[in-house]
């Protein structure tokens, strides 16, 4: 039976309704993890959480030890990762509080560490990253959504950037001409060090604003960021709860 493994960004610090039987701190060849980890169950699938910025958000999206919460959740025996984050919407649909399940990513971040083959500690393996996304994953969310009526759009392209700052206009813009939909500062390297580690992977981003130079640009940004975060969560928490008696059957 399929273990879950959810990791939690901006857009969720918590699982609603896991009923948690422990917290460890769990230690990797790659340090210690972002996070306590959190077991539990919720509709009677086992859930392992984790939060990639560290309880209290304190870990910059470049900090993160993306190496050791993944490699803490294979040795947990988690098959399945559902990663959330909230995320700025460049193109039409993908509007504030609409949940994205893309299929696509661009990695447009440097300096992290982007892999478990190095160092010669392990011959070098090159995965396939044509879809970086599991598409029975992906299927289980966008079926769920629809059920509960959510804001949902089915596909897109995930452009991962540096931060921890928010963009220029003319940066999206770029974007934009590269194809991509949404923009996230987490969705890379985690994405690939789970394919490495052949971990069943897909993303429900969340989108809190508008990207710069998009939509209405007059209102206080972090203000309308915050009070996005705070209904899309309550999407994100239903979304997990309606979906874990599928992805146990996968």
Excluded at 26 to 33: D, H, K, L, R, S
Excluded at 72 to 82: D, M, Q, R, S, Y
Excluded at 202 to 221: P, R
Aim: net charge negative; with cysteine.
């Amino acid at each position: 039976m399929p273990k879950v493994g959810v990791i939690g960004g901006s857009a969720l610090d918590t699982v609603e309704n896991l009923e948690v039987s422990h917290r460890e701190m769990v230690n990797t060849p790659y340090g210690a993890t972002s996070s306590p980890l959190l077991f539990g169950k919720m509709n009677g699938g086992d859930i392992v959480f984790i939060h990639r910025h560290g309880f209290g958000h304190t870990i910059a999206p470049h900090e993160i030890n993306y190496r050791a919460n993944i490699w803490a959740l294979k040795e947990l025996e988690v098959t399945h990762i559902i990663a959330t984050g909230a995320v700025g919407g460049i193109t039409e649909h993908m509007s504030p509080i609409t949940l994205v399940i893309p299929d696509q990513i661009i990695d447009y971040t440097h300096s992290r560490n982007q892999t478990f083959y190095e160092n010669n500690q392990e011959p070098v393996i090159h995965v396939d990253f044509t879809w970086p996304y599991d598409e029975q994953l992906r299927t289980v969310l966008n079926r769920s959504a629809v059920k509960l009526n959510l804001p949902v759009v089915s596909r897109g392209t995930y452009a991962a950037v540096q931060g921890p700052r928010l963009e220029t206009a003319a940066e999206i813009k770029r974007l934009e001409r590269d194809g991509c939909d949404i923009v996230g500062m987490t969705g890379m390297p985690e994405a690939v060090l789970a394919r490495e580690l052949d971990i069943t992977y897909a993303c429900c981003a969340v989108v809190v604003n508008w990207a710069a130079g998009k939509g209405n640009q007059e209102e206080a940004l972090i203000d309308t960021i915050n009070t996005n975060m705070k209904t899309a969560k309550a999407s994100v928490h239903k979304l997990l709860a309606e979906a874990l008696p599928m992805i146990m059957e996968l």
